[in-house]
Protein backbone atom coordinates (compact mmCIF):
# COMPACT_ATOMS: atom_id res chain seq x y z
CA UNK A 1 0.00 0.00 0.00
CA UNK A 2 0.85 3.52 -1.07
CA UNK A 3 1.91 5.78 1.63
CA UNK A 4 2.29 9.03 1.45
CA UNK A 5 3.80 11.53 3.63
CA UNK A 6 3.88 15.54 3.14
CA UNK A 7 5.82 17.77 5.43
CA UNK A 8 5.90 20.17 6.80
CA UNK A 9 1.93 20.57 7.40
CA UNK A 10 2.12 24.20 8.04
CA UNK A 11 4.09 26.52 6.73
CA UNK A 12 3.46 30.74 7.25
CA UNK A 13 6.00 33.11 5.31
CA UNK A 14 6.02 36.57 4.27
CA UNK A 15 4.93 37.40 1.01
CA UNK A 16 7.75 37.70 -1.44
CA UNK A 17 9.85 34.18 -0.01
CA UNK A 18 10.37 31.27 -2.26
CA UNK A 19 9.41 28.13 -0.56
CA UNK A 20 9.87 24.43 -1.34
CA UNK A 21 7.18 21.92 0.12
CA UNK A 22 8.06 18.13 0.53
CA UNK A 23 6.35 14.86 -0.80
CA UNK A 24 7.40 11.37 0.33
CA UNK A 25 5.98 7.75 -1.19
CA UNK A 26 6.74 4.04 0.04
CA UNK A 27 6.48 2.80 -3.23
CA UNK A 28 8.98 3.68 -5.74
CA UNK A 29 6.88 2.05 -8.90
CA UNK A 30 5.09 4.80 -8.22
CA UNK A 31 3.11 5.64 -12.10
CA UNK A 32 2.83 8.91 -11.84
CA UNK A 33 2.34 11.87 -9.29
CA UNK A 34 -0.12 14.79 -8.70
CA UNK A 35 0.24 18.01 -6.79
CA UNK A 36 -2.84 19.96 -6.31
CA UNK A 37 -3.81 22.83 -3.91
CA UNK A 38 -7.03 23.42 -1.96
CA UNK A 39 -9.04 25.95 -0.81
CA UNK A 40 -10.61 26.07 2.58
CA UNK A 41 -14.35 24.06 2.24
CA UNK A 42 -13.67 24.08 -1.65
CA UNK A 43 -12.22 20.87 -4.27
CA UNK A 44 -8.78 20.28 -5.49
CA UNK A 45 -7.10 22.25 -8.29
CA UNK A 46 -4.52 20.63 -10.53
CA UNK A 47 -1.10 22.18 -9.90
CA UNK A 48 1.26 19.94 -11.78
CA UNK A 49 1.48 16.17 -12.86
CA UNK A 50 4.47 14.99 -13.32
CA UNK A 51 4.54 11.48 -14.91
CA UNK A 52 7.14 8.49 -13.82
CA UNK A 53 9.32 9.20 -16.84
CA UNK A 54 9.78 12.78 -16.16
CA UNK A 55 12.23 14.33 -13.70
CA UNK A 56 10.23 17.84 -13.55
CA UNK A 57 7.51 19.71 -14.52
CA UNK A 58 7.10 23.87 -14.18
CA UNK A 59 4.16 26.17 -14.55
CA UNK A 60 4.53 29.69 -14.33
CA UNK A 61 5.80 30.14 -10.32
CA UNK A 62 5.55 26.58 -9.66
CA UNK A 63 7.94 23.96 -10.51
CA UNK A 64 7.60 20.12 -9.30
CA UNK A 65 10.58 17.81 -9.29
CA UNK A 66 10.23 14.04 -8.72
CA UNK A 67 12.95 11.25 -7.90
CA UNK A 68 11.51 8.12 -7.54
CA UNK A 69 14.57 6.19 -6.18
CA UNK A 70 14.48 8.38 -3.48
CA UNK A 71 10.47 8.56 -2.93
CA UNK A 72 10.47 11.86 -3.35
CA UNK A 73 8.91 14.67 -4.60
CA UNK A 74 9.04 18.57 -4.15
CA UNK A 75 7.16 21.50 -4.97
CA UNK A 76 8.78 24.68 -5.60
CA UNK A 77 6.96 28.05 -5.23
CA UNK A 78 8.73 30.83 -6.22
CA UNK A 79 7.90 34.65 -5.37
CA UNK A 80 5.39 33.81 -3.08
CA UNK A 81 2.07 35.49 -2.94
CA UNK A 82 -1.11 36.06 -0.51
CA UNK A 83 -2.91 34.36 -2.73
CA UNK A 84 -0.92 31.00 -2.82
CA UNK A 85 -2.51 30.21 0.34
CA UNK A 86 -4.26 26.86 0.46
CA UNK A 87 -3.43 23.74 1.50
CA UNK A 88 -0.92 21.69 -0.81
CA UNK A 89 -1.56 17.77 -1.60
CA UNK A 90 0.35 15.48 -3.69
CA UNK A 91 -0.62 12.12 -4.43
CA UNK A 92 0.51 9.19 -6.38
CA UNK A 93 -0.65 6.07 -8.01
CA UNK A 94 -3.92 4.96 -7.14
CA UNK A 95 -4.34 8.41 -6.00
CA UNK A 96 -3.63 8.00 -1.77
CA UNK A 97 -3.07 11.56 -0.61
CA UNK A 98 -0.85 13.18 1.84
CA UNK A 99 -2.27 14.95 4.90
CA UNK A 100 -1.47 18.01 2.87
CA UNK A 101 0.88 21.26 3.88
CA UNK A 102 -1.24 24.29 4.86
CA UNK A 103 0.55 27.08 3.60
CA UNK A 104 -0.40 31.09 4.65
CA UNK A 105 1.69 33.77 2.67
CA UNK A 106 1.37 37.21 4.78
CA UNK A 107 1.44 40.62 2.92
CA UNK B 1 -14.85 23.05 -21.61
CA UNK B 2 -17.29 22.77 -18.51
CA UNK B 3 -15.52 21.10 -15.57
CA UNK B 4 -16.71 18.02 -13.03
CA UNK B 5 -20.17 19.24 -11.47
CA UNK B 6 -21.29 17.14 -8.43
CA UNK B 7 -24.83 17.80 -7.28
CA UNK B 8 -26.57 18.85 -4.83
CA UNK B 9 -23.63 20.39 -3.47
CA UNK B 10 -24.90 20.39 -0.12
CA UNK B 11 -27.34 17.65 1.93
CA UNK B 12 -28.42 16.81 5.30
CA UNK B 13 -29.53 13.76 6.43
CA UNK B 14 -30.10 11.74 10.09
CA UNK B 15 -29.12 8.95 11.12
CA UNK B 16 -30.29 5.45 9.36
CA UNK B 17 -31.62 7.25 6.41
CA UNK B 18 -29.63 6.93 2.60
CA UNK B 19 -27.98 9.31 0.44
CA UNK B 20 -27.20 8.98 -3.25
CA UNK B 21 -24.75 11.51 -4.62
CA UNK B 22 -23.70 12.64 -8.22
CA UNK B 23 -21.00 13.44 -10.53
CA UNK B 24 -20.83 14.36 -14.18
CA UNK B 25 -17.48 14.18 -15.09
CA UNK B 26 -15.44 16.56 -17.58
CA UNK B 27 -16.70 15.57 -21.49
CA UNK B 28 -14.58 12.84 -22.94
CA UNK B 29 -13.32 11.55 -19.53
CA UNK B 30 -13.79 7.86 -18.61
CA UNK B 31 -12.87 7.02 -15.07
CA UNK B 32 -14.08 8.84 -12.17
CA UNK B 33 -13.04 8.32 -8.66
CA UNK B 34 -14.62 9.60 -5.16
CA UNK B 35 -13.18 10.67 -2.07
CA UNK B 36 -14.47 11.85 1.31
CA UNK B 37 -12.43 14.50 3.17
CA UNK B 38 -12.87 14.93 6.74
CA UNK B 39 -10.95 17.08 9.07
CA UNK B 40 -9.35 14.19 11.44
CA UNK B 41 -9.00 11.93 8.11
CA UNK B 42 -7.65 13.82 5.82
CA UNK B 43 -8.69 12.83 2.17
CA UNK B 44 -9.34 8.90 1.77
CA UNK B 45 -10.14 7.59 -1.59
CA UNK B 46 -13.73 5.19 -1.73
CA UNK B 47 -13.01 3.90 -5.38
CA UNK B 48 -12.72 4.21 -9.28
CA UNK B 49 -14.54 3.73 -12.01
CA UNK B 50 -13.30 3.07 -15.48
CA UNK B 51 -15.93 2.21 -18.27
CA UNK B 52 -18.26 0.76 -15.86
CA UNK B 53 -16.53 -1.15 -14.01
CA UNK B 54 -15.01 -0.64 -10.58
CA UNK B 55 -10.88 -0.52 -10.91
CA UNK B 56 -10.09 -0.01 -7.10
CA UNK B 57 -11.18 0.27 -3.90
CA UNK B 58 -10.77 1.66 -0.42
CA UNK B 59 -11.13 0.92 2.71
CA UNK B 60 -14.64 1.24 3.17
CA UNK B 61 -17.50 -0.38 4.22
CA UNK B 62 -20.01 -2.20 2.41
CA UNK B 63 -22.30 0.99 3.19
CA UNK B 64 -20.53 2.80 0.66
CA UNK B 65 -21.10 1.87 -2.98
CA UNK B 66 -21.07 3.20 -6.36
CA UNK B 67 -21.59 2.63 -9.97
CA UNK B 68 -20.82 4.06 -13.58
CA UNK B 69 -23.07 4.68 -16.35
CA UNK B 70 -22.66 4.21 -19.94
CA UNK B 71 -22.21 8.18 -20.34
CA UNK B 72 -19.09 8.58 -17.59
CA UNK B 73 -21.60 9.61 -15.46
CA UNK B 74 -21.35 7.97 -11.63
CA UNK B 75 -22.82 7.97 -8.57
CA UNK B 76 -22.23 7.12 -4.92
CA UNK B 77 -24.75 5.62 -2.49
CA UNK B 78 -24.34 6.01 1.44
CA UNK B 79 -26.58 3.32 3.31
CA UNK B 80 -27.81 3.62 6.70
CA UNK B 81 -25.86 6.94 7.43
CA UNK B 82 -23.87 7.22 10.51
CA UNK B 83 -22.78 10.35 12.36
CA UNK B 84 -19.40 9.59 11.26
CA UNK B 85 -20.79 10.20 7.55
CA UNK B 86 -20.61 13.63 7.57
CA UNK B 87 -17.62 14.94 5.28
CA UNK B 88 -16.90 16.66 2.04
CA UNK B 89 -17.14 14.32 -0.61
CA UNK B 90 -15.17 14.86 -4.00
CA UNK B 91 -15.44 13.59 -7.12
CA UNK B 92 -12.68 13.40 -9.76
CA UNK B 93 -12.65 12.35 -13.60
CA UNK B 94 -9.68 11.68 -15.82
CA UNK B 95 -9.39 10.16 -19.51
CA UNK B 96 -8.30 7.18 -17.66
CA UNK B 97 -6.96 5.36 -14.78
CA UNK B 98 -3.69 6.97 -13.54
CA UNK B 99 -4.16 10.17 -15.64
CA UNK B 100 -4.49 13.72 -14.30
CA UNK B 101 -7.31 14.05 -12.25
CA UNK B 102 -9.85 16.83 -12.44
CA UNK B 103 -11.88 17.42 -8.96
CA UNK B 104 -15.33 18.94 -8.32
CA UNK B 105 -16.35 21.12 -6.30
CA UNK B 106 -17.77 18.67 -3.51
CA UNK B 107 -20.80 17.80 -1.79
CA UNK B 108 -20.92 18.41 1.55
CA UNK B 109 -23.21 15.86 3.47
CA UNK B 110 -24.33 16.20 7.01
CA UNK B 111 -25.70 13.62 9.43
CA UNK B 112 -27.76 14.53 12.20
Known amino acids: KQEVTQIPAALSVPEGENLVLNCSFT??????LQWFRQDPGKGLTSLLL?????REQTSGRLNASLDKSSGRSTLYIAASQPGDSATYLC??????FGAGTRLTVKP | KAGVTQTPRYLIKTRGQQVTLSCSPI?????VSWYQQTPGQGLQFLFE???????NKGNFPGRFSGRQFSNSRSEMNVSTLELGDSALYLC???????????FGPGTRLTVL
Open chain 2, 49 to 55: YFSETQR
Open chain 1, 91 to 96: AGRNMR
Open chain 2, 92 to 102: ASSLAISYEQF
Open chain 1, 27 to 32: DSAIYN
Open chain 1, 50 to 54: IQSSQ
Open chain 2, 27 to 31: SGHRS
